[in-house]
């Protein structure tokens, strides 16, 4: 049962763009919404996370934005680097219950 | 403060072979959780554990199980190991069950022939 849907499956953005990420989840009991970023060999890191009484969370040049009433979240990366080029998983925890989205495959091309 | 540490990181079985998986939280965290990545299916949830009890279990049949320590380290098993459970396994602590803020290990890569 899959709870937190994610967008796109891969995505490829030139250095200097923005990407984009979007999630969409099920669950009104859901009270944190993270997003994690994995490397090539690694497991994956805690990036930034918001709760839904906030519509938008920024640190550096990773944004989250939040539209509670159609429960969907987005990341944004503002001037992608190669650097950024990873695989990122949305996330929703709450009511003792986290579940992950699919994850995003995303490379910046230099 | 040391990270959380799997081992082995690498491991190669064959069909019908059982294996042991094991993980050190860190220190202070007491709620492991494990999951199951492969290409294109994302982070799939097998099971976590707090104070040495399972509290949430994923949809994978019994050949997968799983215990606590008292010391929050934690190991899982799969029996009768099939291709399909070639996979990366990762093992996530928090402070708390279901914490948002979970911390992962490099996870280990268990191949299957």
């Known amino acids: 049962q899959q709870q937190v849907k994610q967008s796109p499956q891969s995505l490829i953005v030139q250095k200097g763009g923005i990407s984009i990420i979007n999630c969409a989840y099920e669950?009104?009991?859901?009270?944190?919404f993270p997003w994690y970023q994995q490397f090539p060999g690694k497991g994956p890191a805690l990036l930034i996370a918001?709760?839904?009484?906030?519509s938008e969370k920024k640190e550096g040049r990773f944004t989250i934005s939040f539209n509670k009433s159609a429960k969907q979240f987005s990341l944004h990366i503002m001037d992608s680097q190669p650097g950024d080029s990873a695989t990122y998983f949305c996330a929703a925890s709450g009511n003792n219950d986290m579940r992950f989205g699919a994850g995003t495959r995303l490379t910046v091309k230099p | 403060k040391a990270g959380v540490t799997q081992t082995p990181r690498y491991l190669i079985k064959t069909r019908g072979q059982q294996v042991t998986l094991s993980c050190s939280p860190i220190s202070g965290h007491r709620s492991v959780s494990w999951y199951q990545q492969t290409p294109g299916q994302g982070l799939q949830f097998l099971f976590e554990?707090?104070?040495?009890?399972?509290?949430n279990k994923g949809n994978f049949p019994g050949r997968f199980s799983g215990r606590q320590f008292s010391n929050s380290r934690s190991e899982m098993n799969v029996s009768t190991l099939e291709l399909g459970d070639s996979a990366l396994y990762l093992c996530?602590?928090?402070?708390?069950?279901?914490?948002?803020?979970?911390?992962f290990g490099p996870g280990t890569r268990l191949t299957v022939t």
């Open positions: 996530a602590s928090s402070l708390a069950p279901a914490n948002y803020e979970q911390y």
């Open positions: 918001i709760r839904p009484d906030v």
């Open positions: 669950n009104t009991a859901f009270d944190y």
């Open positions: 554990y707090f104070s040495e009890t399972q509290r």
